[in-house]
């Protein structure tokens, strides 16, 4: 009897927060016999742990934040010969969302435009940060959720805000301004 031949059919790659499927299905039994699979998930060199790691051919799996994360997969047939195969996982970020922007514009002009910012990200460990571009020139300030800023002249500003993570993601979005004229 000769072992079992793993294959992992990698390599993989996938978004933070979303299931990326593995596959073990080439792998196969020279005999032909049936195998039995084992996953190692978390890197600890234990396959097939109850509630952490996954059996069968074809798994799903979701890693909650962006990295390369090692991955094995165990055959094993009928008369308990084993083998095995290791691939990495590449895990991509996902840029945040901006879930809220409130204003109270419009305002008067030399008036105080408040700006309340919350943002949204799947990456579990990803830090969020805010920042406006005042003036709609394309320079930004970075600020907090909950910002202000005075407007002197009257006029429509086509005014953005964007919320970003310690990954390089970003998104941008209008933030329209209104000041009256007095």
């Given at each position: 009897?000769?072992?079992?031949?793993?294959?992992?059919?990698?390599?993989?790659?996938?978004?933070?927060?979303?299931a990326v499927q593995l596959s073990g299905a080439s792998s196969f039994d020279l005999e032909g016999a049936s195998l039995i699979y084992r996953w190692d998930l978390d890197?600890?060199?234990?396959?097939?742990?109850?509630?952490?790691?996954?059996?069968?051919?074809?798994?799903?799996?979701?890693?909650?934040?962006?990295?390369?994360?090692?991955?094995?997969?165990?055959?094993?047939?009928?008369?308990?010969?084993?083998?095995?195969?290791?691939?990495?996982?590449?895990?991509?970020?996902?840029?945040?969302?901006?879930?809220?922007?409130?204003?109270?514009?419009?305002?008067?002009?030399?008036?105080?435009?408040?700006?309340?910012?919350?943002?949204?990200?799947?990456?579990?460990?990803?830090?969020?940060?805010?920042?406006?571009?005042?003036?709609?020139?394309?320079?930004?300030?970075?600020?907090?959720?909950?910002?202000?800023?005075?407007?002197?002249?009257?006029?429509?500003?086509?005014?953005?805000?964007?919320?970003?993570?310690?990954?390089?993601?970003?998104?941008?979005v209008p933030l329209p301004i209104i000041i009256n004229n007095l």
């Open positions: 009897n000769t072992c079992p031949l793993a294959d992992l059919n990698g390599p993989y790659s996938g978004n933070e927060g979303q890197n600890d060199g234990i396959f097939g742990e109850p509630g952490q790691e996954s059996e069968g051919a074809n798994i799903l799996v979701t890693y909650p934040q962006d990295g390369t994360y090692p991955v094995s997969l165990e055959v094993q047939d009928s008369l308990g010969k084993t083998d095995r195969d290791h691939v990495l996982v590449n895990v991509r970020n996902v840029r945040p969302l901006m879930s809220q922007l409130l204003t109270n514009s419009p305002i008067n002009e030399g008036g105080v435009l408040e700006v309340m910012l919350q943002g949204s990200d799947v990456g579990v460990e990803d830090q969020l940060n805010y920042a406006i571009d005042w003036e709609g020139n394309g320079v930004f300030e970075n600020v907090g959720m909950s910002s202000s800023h005075r407007y002197t002249e009257d006029g429509t500003i086509s005014a953005q805000a964007k919320v970003f993570d310690n990954d390089g993601g970003s998104t941008i």
